[in-house]
């Protein structure tokens, strides 16, 4: 680590800065360092240098050094963690509504790296009331419980529980593998066609379970999204509850002129406070 510092140091002192810019080194510093990251010269969840070395490296003064390492944290670059330092963040997934088959974490990010399904637990439970409600189908009728971890190359991003009616699905926890999409199944395999989904967005905070699978502290900001998938005849396709880090998901939402939330051609409703929007 040191020799790649003195390395980055000896960059740095090859470099001048224009001192007659109005006041806005911070600027060229932003620059700088956006330009490093983006060259893979700090890697993603690698720690940038401290303030005071980045002063020695460039000859700024600790004011102008902050300003432009805050500007990057706000625009997502770079990532505080009390204690630790400053780190190179990991790109944010930014979600809405998607066309079928492709809703979900698909095989490619919206970064463009590889999103891994990882599967933790498959099981048969007997739906309870409020499960076959959510199913369509009778209290303790078979459902196929699948547990699965979702990461993007090797960061954690999401905890996934999928349940579906073992009747509508037979054979699923026999075909659903680390690299099988279930959609991909619903669509090629099952061959349901899609419907329409309901969505409900909550917040949270990692248990100490969910802090080990998504590798965050406990008490870091979740994301708690429950779906209610169904089929073109309105049949319920299947019900989910993903546990998403805040820190690595945007969910983006677009509302036309009359107050309705609309994604890439798709209406739906966006529940808040209880009502629908």
Do not use: W
């Amino acid at each position: 680590m040191n020799s790649i510092r003195q390395g980055h140091e000896q960059e740095a002192r090859s470099h001048t800065f224009d001192s007659n810019t109005n006041g806005l080194l911070y600027l060229q510093l932003e620059t700088e360092l956006k330009q490093a990251i983006l060259d893979g010269k700090y890697g993603v969840g690698e720690r940038i240098p401290t303030e005071q070395e980045l002063c020695d490296m460039f000859g700024m003064s600790r004011i102008t050094v902050r300003r432009a390492v805050q500007d990057l944290v706000e625009e997502g670059l770079l990532n505080k963690v009390r204690g630790r330092g400053t780190f190179v963040a990991v790109p944010k997934h930014i979600l809405g509504a998607q066309p079928a088959p492709e809703r979900g974490f698909g095989d490619m990010s919206s970064t463009g790296k590889r999103t891994v399904h990882k599967v933790l637990e498959k099981s048969v439970e007997h739906a309870d009331t409020d499960l076959g409600k959510l199913l369509g189908i009778a209290p303790g009728a078979e459902v196929y419980y699948i547990r699965r971890l979702i990461l993007e190359e090797n960061f954690p991003m999401a905890i996934d529980n999928l349940f579906v009616s073992a009747k509508r699905f037979p054979d699923l926890p026999d075909l659903l593998h680390d690299d099988t999409s279930f959609y991909e199944l619903v669509d090629e395999h099952y061959q349901y066609k899609f419907g329409m989904e309901s969505l409900t967005l909550d917040a949270s905070t990692a248990r100490g379970d969910e802090g080990t699978l998504l590798r965050c502290p406990v008490g870091s900001p979740l994301f708690i999204l429950r779906k209610k998938m169904y089929c073109a005849n309105g049949v319920p396709m299947h019900y989910s509850k993903s546990i998403v880090r805040a820190d690595r998901i945007s969910y983006h939402f677009e509302v036309d002129r009359d107050g309705h939330v609309v994604n890439q051609g798709k209406e739906f409703s966006l529940t808040v406070g209880g009502s629908a929007v």
